[in-house]
T-cell receptor, first 111, second 111 residues
């Protein structure tokens, strides 16, 4: 079983839609959870960072962590064409040097 | 504050040639990383350095060498390039918690 599973999509939605992006993980020792956004031909950009179960909100973005189900989500409200990018989840185990990345979900928001 | 910078942005090599990819960060981060990103494969860790003077292998180290020149700089060397090393290379750095900050990437083609 892979450490992190992420549906690669692609996902195509109309402008204004609510987008849900998800990852599952297998190691209950993982403590820190991140979402990165990567525009085409650019480096990944840290979007959200959280370390506890529950929700964390930042503008139109909400990161949700359910440690009991080993499931993390990123919600985008009122999606915009500028949100079109690949979104990668990343998970970290405290004390480790490494991040474990999902393979990314490609999102297109159509005007 | 430039964050993580990488040079060059693009490079074309012939099989068997060597080159060094340069990375520098100005955030006073302890840990630095080199990844490659290929379609369908996601981000794969090549090497990392937890602190100045130390380096460790990641998931795909074969064919690469690294040098942590000082706290700011971490270089990746291809001694004898192969077509399988055609990829986009990202450098990243991390302070204390899990989150990593990425550079803009180097697009390498080996013919």
């Amino acid at each position: 079983q892979k450490e992190v599973e992420q549906d690669p999509g692609p996902l195509s939605v109309p402008e204004g839609a609510i987008v849900s992006l998800n990852c599952t993980y297998s190691n209950s020792a993982f403590q820190y959870f991140m979402w990165y956004r990567q525009y085409s031909r650019k480096g990944p950009e840290l979007l959200m960072y959280t370390y506890s179960s529950g929700n964390k909100e930042d503008g139109r973005f909400t990161a949700q962590v359910d440690k009991s189900s080993k499931y993390i989500s990123l919600f985008i409200r009122d999606s915009q064409p500028s949100d079109s990018a690949t979104y990668l989840c990343a998970i970290h185990q405290g004390g480790s040097e490494k991040l474990v990345f999902g393979k990314g979900t490609k999102l297109t928001v159509n005007p | 504050n430039a964050g993580v910078t990488q040079t060059p942005k693009f490079q074309v090599l012939k099989t068997g040639q060597s080159m060094t990819l340069q990375c520098a960060q100005d955030m006073n981060h302890n840990s630095m990383y080199w990844y490659r990103q290929d379609p369908g494969m996601g981000l794969r860790l090549i090497y990392y350095s937890a602190s100045e003077g130390t380096t460790d292998k990641g998931e795909v180290p074969n064919g690469y060498n690294v040098s942590r020149l000082n706290k700011r700089e971490f270089s990746l060397r291809l001694e004898s390039a192969a077509p399988s090393q055609t990829s986009v290379y990202f450098c990243a750095s991390r302070l204390a918690k899990g989150e990593q900050y990425f550079g803009p990437g180097t697009r390498l083609t080996v013919t």
